[in-house]
């Protein structure tokens, strides 16, 4: 019997199956298809301080290998979070790790304080990534000492595992380099990459925001370079994340070195895709006589 | 109930100027679809899925078929018009509400737009059940686009179509049938049964260009008919997690096509 378990420092996760944040709603959306405490854990959407209402005009595109989304990180805010959300996902049994974001280094605070006490709360992931917002998101990750200064805050303030979520567009090696100085637990790479889609029909620009963030099987490469680097470079655990669409791709990603994977696209594109990869993962450990992700690795 | 499914293709209908109709065999365990209510069907050279309306659901021998109609716009579709009989297709659904029907109005205005056909011809369908008098508007650019020109007229009382190449019906746009239409309703008709008490008693429902839509509604609730639309959007995902499918209203509101619709009350959409 091969063991799925996987530690995320103090957090222990089922398996490494997780869904990736903005992808998978709260968790409950994907109980219509199937019990969704089968995975590993839920990443929920990013939640910031106040409701956002996300950007205007056109917000997600399809092009080949992967889909271009603009949504502007649209979400009800922490209080809706805390007042409505947070009781419907008490019959999910499975961790639940909740994305924050904020537009400064205050706002990540008090939403990482607002979140230390709950019991349901096994973990937060921060997103310093996000491609396709004006204020904070890239230009937040970009700078070095605003990263230093909040890892640091946030280490003192939130107990339980603390998860940053970095993309190709920052300097992302020495981001996990200050992260793992500071007592953070682990890195998910990658955020969608910054991109750019052109309407030639309209000769405009396709998205209102100008820029919106790549995901799919064409990002999947880069994810799995960035993991390789974050993980044998800076040597934290990594939480590997971008195009995985089938349980092959998500062994590539434990080759590389990532420790769980995050199921993001693919939810899309079949919203049963987090499931069946679990199961065909669980498979294809069995049949190769594999106790371990962790012995996946290939380095 | 099982919402994700692969189904196998009976029946692959190729109508004039690029229409296809996709007929599947229905499976019991699944909820039985409601007019205006869409399906994701997956193309195999897509990503995506993509939204496609329910343009029949029929039972012969007890057993359930459901009816697709779409147009062939991307490579999407153009993947999905070349599945054959006996293939199997991967789709999720019944996704989002349905066309609202009431007991106190038995008066109904139908007016499609183009590929708009395809979820008011259903609704039609179930208002012809439940004995509704039918006034249906179909309006498309070239008159090859026209389908199911019999049983329109079979169900509604009374058949209005305009065709933009004059080759059939009213030569012209169908927002402008509609309004004179409508006005000479109003006029000269005084005991008609649309217009009695104001209007209370029909109720209106429009799918199909957006422009098309907004000049409908401009119309039919200038006359205070209750009036619904059925919209359309870029949908990803089809469960309400991408939050991809918005629509704004008029007066900046911003709705999510697969969750708060595909069907709004106009008054949502199109009041300031």
Known sequence: MNELKVDISTLRLKNPIMSASGTFGFGYEFMEYYDTSVLGAIVCKGISKEPRRGNYGNRIAEIDGGIINSIGLENPGISEFLEKILPMIKTINTAYIVNILGSDLDEYLYLAEKLSELPRVDAIEVNISCPNVKAGGLSFGKDINLIKDLTRRLRDIFPKPIIIKVSPDLPYIEIAKICRNEGIDAITCINTIQSLLIDVEKKTFFFNNLYGGLSGPAIKPIALRVVYQVAKEVGIPVIGCGGIMSYKDAVEFFMAGATAVQIGTANFTNPLSAYEILKDLMSYLEKNKIHSVSELRIW | ?272
Request: hydrophobic share 35%.
């Open chain 2, 1 to 272: 109930m099982t919402k994700y499914n692969q189904l196998k293709v009976v029946h692959v209908r190729h109508y004039k100027a690029n229409y296809v109709s996709l007929t599947l065999s229905y499976d019991n365990q699944m909820e039985i679809p409601m007019p205006g209510q869409f399906f994701m069907l997956k193309p195999h050279n897509t990503l995506l899925g993509r939204p496609i309306s329910v343009h029949n659901f029929f039972r012969i021998l007890k057993k359930g078929y459901i009816e697709f109609l779409f147009k062939i716009v991307g490579k999407g579709t153009k993947n999905l018009s070349e599945l054959k009989r006996g293939d199997y297709v991967s789709l999720w659904g019944p996704i989002g509400n349905s066309f609202p029907t009431f007991e106190n109005k038995k008066t109904a205005i139908l007016v499609a737009g183009g590929r708009g056909i395809a979820p008011l011809f259903f609704l039609a369908t179930k208002l012809f059940e439940k004995r509704y008098e039918i006034h249906f508007f179909y309006g498309v650019k070239k008159s090859e686009e026209l389908i199911h020109i019999l049983r329109l007229r079979n169900m509604s009382n009374k058949l209005f179509i305009s065709t933009e190449d004059g080759k059939r019906g009213k030569k012209g746009l169908i927002t402008d049938l509609f309004k004179s239409a409508i006005n000479t309703y109003t006029s000269s008709l005084k005991d008609n049964l649309l217009f009695h008490d104001q209007g209370n008693n029909a109720v209106c429902y429009v799918c199909g260009p957006d422009i098309m839509m907004e000049k409908v509604c401009e119309v039919s609730l200038s006359h205070k008919i209750k009036t619904y639309i059925s919209l359309e959007s870029h949908i990803a995902c089809g469960s309400g997690v991408c939050l991809g499918c918005t629509v704004e209203s008029t007066g900046g509101q911003l709705f999510h096509v697969c969750k708060e619709g595909p069907v709004f009350d106009a008054e949502e959409i199109y009041c300031k």
